[in-house]
């Protein structure tokens, strides 16, 4: 005090030096004078001193007020009854107060908080049996340190250890696969739900990040004795969430808010479950729309309790899973878990973007979100009907002109003949199976029935030009018995086909039959029970006709070459190698026609390469064969009688072997080359 009164009573003393009141002369000027070093407890105990130009004042510390006199003294913030709420007791302290909660309250541990009520029943036990002992261990421990709050004798946890305790369960459940069913599910997102609200107050940080293996959190924190204001934006590995901090605290602030978004990074392998969406509109089944998560799922929390129709939208930005881009076979919608249905559901929505990489979504609540793609089936234009229609009747006619020309074609008969005559009796069924049951997926047997039928053709198709290139190999390597038995050629040519049909039938009988088309499925890798076959006997084809290849260059450098009978067997080689790269191009685009993803691209290629078949066949093995074009020439005679016959000669190097007809022991005309 003494100090104090000294420096009034220096206001009103003569400065010697010339400088004015506050100011000291020093080197020939006047300079400020720092009253608060020079008199460090001129404001008191509870205030700070701030020195000016020339002056000083004092601030009060927080929890103290100025009074008449000068000095700081405490306020009593007990005095407003309202202060620690209606459920809590008001004790004032030199410098601050602190709220006692009544039994059933809490302040979270921020004991100049509004006490408020606390519900940690909904931790209790679950009236469900099949509920994982996982959630029940998770649900007993949140139980705990809820009850602990108000019980100053009870364990505590600090906020951050209960964070990393529940992300540590929810890892265990994840992983070990428990979340079986949708009830399960909701008791799941509910207790994280639960767990962020009790969590995210007694979190000290203002920001808060935790990752665990299956999840990522972020959670913001805010505490004063005025609401704040401005933009709140959370952000995990997938997902954007932004509000207002109005939005966030509502219409009752009690101290403190929080504003929480968790993203599950391994939700997304419950495909079964996640992928049910609720029907909103009756005719997406008709139109047998599927749907598939293309994100991960979040859920976004806040200390608001009232958020089922809020004033303002939040916003929630979705990094996609899979980049594709909207088109009229894929949609992007903003989705919601509703519990009472089980099921995805849009409503809430208020608005919606996408692109190829991200969906912004705008909501009117609060819940667990994703983003569900829809899978739409894409309708085949006319002219793709009109081209699939002619250019397989094509391939019909001249495969049926083929089996007519191999059957009674006397002149070509032989061991090749028979093997092209059951390739093309192959390709034939297949094709016509294909153009009248393709699309019919409305019948579930009668689809699997063609899938099965295209399967066991198609197949059959490859092992009969698997035949082929036995026979061409024998027909270099060997000078007699060339010819193969045909018991041998039926078990090769049908018979694998059919072993290999019944065993995938019986492995996986649902796997033909998709809801696009009447082929055999993707799920559980079933189509390579198509495609395994068809590579190994491309390859195999493949590597015979390399061997057939260089022992037919060897035999033409010998000193004494055959060239009439090498050069038909090299000319048969070349119709092979085509014949082969023809029917295994074709299924090289039916790859990717058959998956979800195929585009039109991939079915018009598909579709001509499919056509060609039956004309090239007929091109290389009956138009470009002089004996078959002399039986077609003599057959146009004999049906025209009135024309002159021609005069249509051949070279007897070229018809001995060719034209010779199979005798009756058994022989063919590969033998006799």
């Not at 020195?51 to 004042?57: H, L």
């Not at 401005?230 to 954007?240: C, K, M, N």
């Not at 101290?255 to 479950?273: C, E, P, Q, T």
């Amino acid at each position: 005090m003494e100090l104090k009164w000294a420096l009034l009573l220096g206001l009103f003393l003569p400065s010697c030096s010339g400088c004015a009141i506050g100011y000291t002369f020093h080197k020939r000027k006047c300079v400020d004078e720092d009253e608060c070093v020079i008199f460090p407890v001129a404001c008191g105990d509870h205030a700070q001193c701030v020195n000016t130009e020339g002056s000083y004042y004092c601030s009060c510390h927080e929890g103290f007020k100025m009074s008449l006199t000068g000095l700081c003294i405490d306020i009593d913030e007990c005095s407003d009854p309202d202060v620690c709420g209606t459920n809590g007791d008001c004790y004032n302290h030199q410098g601050g107060y602190s709220c006692r909660c009544n039994q059933g309250y809490s302040n979270y541990g921020n004991n100049q908080s509004k006490c408020i009520e606390m519900d940690c029943d909904q931790f209790g036990p679950l009236s469900v049996d099949h509920t994982p002992e996982k959630l029940k261990h998770l649900m007993s421990l949140l139980k705990k340190s809820c009850e602990s709050l108000n019980d100053p004798r009870g364990e505590h946890f600090t906020g951050e250890e209960l964070l990393r305790n529940v992300f540590n369960s929810t890892d265990e459940l994840l992983s070990e696969g428990n979340i079986a069913d949708g009830e399960t599910l909701n008791q799941f997102l509910d207790v994280v739900e639960n767990s962020m609200r009790l969590i995210g107050p007694q979190l000290k940080e203002p920001l808060t990040r935790m990752e665990t293996h299956n999840t990522f959190a972020e959670v913001a924190v805010m505490r004063g004795q005025t609401p704040p204001s401005g933009r709140v934006t959370l952000r995990t590995d997938s997902a954007l969430f932004s509000t207002s901090w109005e939005t966030v605290v509502g219409e009752s602030y009690p101290g403190f808010v929080f504003a929480a978004l968790v993203s599950y990074k391994d939700l997304n392998s419950f495909r079964d479950l996640l992928h049910k969406m609720s029907r909103e509109r009756p005719d997406d089944e008709e139109r047998s729309v599927t749907y598939q998560l293309n994100s991960k799922v979040v859920t976004a929390v806040v200390s608001n309790a009232e958020t089922k129709q809020l004033s303002e939208p939040v916003t929630l930005v979705f990094t996609h899973e899979e980049e594709r881009a909207e088109s009229e076979g894929v949609s992007y919608s903003c989705v919601y878990w509703d519990e009472a249905e089980g099921a995805w559901s849009g409503r809430g929505c208020e608005g919606a973007w996408s692109n190829s990489t991200h969906t912004v979504c705008y909501w009117s609540h609060f819940s667990t979100f994703a983003v569900l793609m829809a899978l739409y089936p894409v309708q085949d234009s006319f002219d793709l009907v009109l081209i699939t229609r002619v250019g397989l009747a094509l391939s019909l006619v001249c495969l049926f002109l083929c089996i007519l020309t191999f059957k009674f074609c006397r002149s070509i008969q032989g061991t090749r003949t028979s093997i092209h005559l059951h390739l093309s009796i192959s390709l034939f069924i297949a094709d016509l199976v294909f153009l009248c049951g393709i699309s019919s997926t409305h019948n579930q047997v009668a689809c699997g029935i063609v899938a099965g039928l295209l399967h066991f053709f198609f197949l059959s198709a490859f092992c009969w030009m698997l035949l082929e290139g036995v026979q061409l190999y024998r027909m270099v390597v060997m000078v007699f018995h060339t010819t193969l038995k045909h018991l041998y050629m039926y078990l090769v040519g049908y018979g694998v086909p059919l072993v290999i049909v019944i065993i995938s039938a019986i492995a996986f009988p649902a796997g033909y039959g998709t809801k696009r088309h009447c082929w055999l499925s993707l799920d559980r890798y079933f189509i390579l029970s198509f495609f395994a076959p068809v590579c190994i006997v491309v390859i195999l084809n493949g590597f015979v006709f390399i061997i057939t290849v260089w022992k037919l260059a060897r035999k033409f450098s010998s000193l004494s070459p055959d060239l009439s009978s090498l050069k038909q067997i090299r000319s048969f080689t070349v119709t092979a190698v085509a014949q082969l790269c023809i029917l295994g191009g074709t299924w090289i685009f039916g790859f990717f026609l058959f998956q979800e993803k195929g585009t039109e691209v991939m079915l018009y290629l598909f579709i001509i390469l499919s056509s060609l078949q039956g004309a090239l066949i007929f091109i290389m093995h009956c138009l470009l064969s002089r004996p078959v074009r002399t039986e077609y020439y003599n057959l146009f005679v004999r049906m025209c009688p009135h024309k002159k016959k021609a005069e249509y000669s051949t070279s007897p190097s070229q018809t001995s072997s060719s034209q010779k007809p199979l005798r009756s022991d058994g022989s063919t005309a590969e033998s006799q080359i």
